[in-house]
């Protein structure tokens, strides 16, 4: 089955240091979403990615489909505390369903 | 305020007995979905309902029942034949077909065996 795996599984940073979240599917996915779940809390909706080399922007928050569309990333600039949590992406490669990948968990030092 | 409501928040099951999770939205949201969440892993899929009166196994429906009889409601139940019930449970919704829209989610169900 689909298998979408998400680097780094944890990541410590100091505040105001960038940074990366990388997913790579086993298949070719039809779009890709990310989520964020703030420690104790539900996932929430970032964004999502349909086409292949798409690249969008939230504020600091970069995401980029690659040009496969089996591979995506999450950069954060200049990291805030309010960023602490862990990031997931989601592929779907049919009609199956969503693959989550097993998130990476944002740990912030001030 | 529109939005996913979970209930318990918090559950104990005995050896044996089947549990209940109720989820009820009033997003109007067609598609509903039931989610298992262990610690240190992703979400993955129990049971999905598209439509009301229709539902889909997910990749681990196994030990796990639904019904989708009106489109505000999708209860999980656990039953007894899953026997690592011990997770978090996040229910979801969403407008449109089902995993091209984005998710809604609930505060999730702690669920423990006692």
């Known amino acids: 089955g689909q298998q979408v795996m998400q680097i780094p599984q944890y990541q410590h940073v100091q505040e105001g240091e960038d940074f990366t979240t990388y997913c790579n599917s086993s298949?070719?996915?039809?779009?890709i979403q990310w989520y964020k779940q703030r420690p104790g809390g539900h996932p929430v909706f970032l964004i999502q990615?349909?086409?292949?080399?798409e690249v969008k922007k939230q504020k600091r928050l970069t995401f980029q489909f690659g040009e496969a569309k089996k591979n995506s990333s999450l950069h954060i600039t200049a990291t805030q505390t309010t960023d602490v949590g862990t990031y997931f992406c989601a592929g779907r490669g049919g009609a199956d369903g969503l693959t989550f990948g097993k998130g990476t968990h944002l740990i912030i030092q001030p | 305020d529109g939005g996913i409501t979970q209930s318990p928040k918090y559950l104990f099951r005995k050896e044996g007995q089947n549990v209940t999770l109720s989820c009820e939205q009033n997003l109007n949201h067609d598609a509903m979905y039931w989610y298992r969440q262990d610690p240190g892993q992703g979400l993955r899929l129990i049971y999905y309902s598209q439509i009301v009166n229709d539902f889909q196994k997910g990749d681990i429906a196994e030990g796990y029942s639904v019904s989708r009889e009106k489109k505000e409601s999708f209860p999980l139940t656990v039953t007894s034949a899953q026997k690592n019930p011990t997770a978090f449970y996040l229910c979801a919704s969403s407008s449109g077909g089902a995993f091209n829209q984005p998710q809604h989610f609930g505060d999730g169900t702690r669920l423990s065996i006692l």
């Open positions: 298949t070719t996915l039809s779009n």
């Open positions: 990615l349909v086409k292949s080399g």
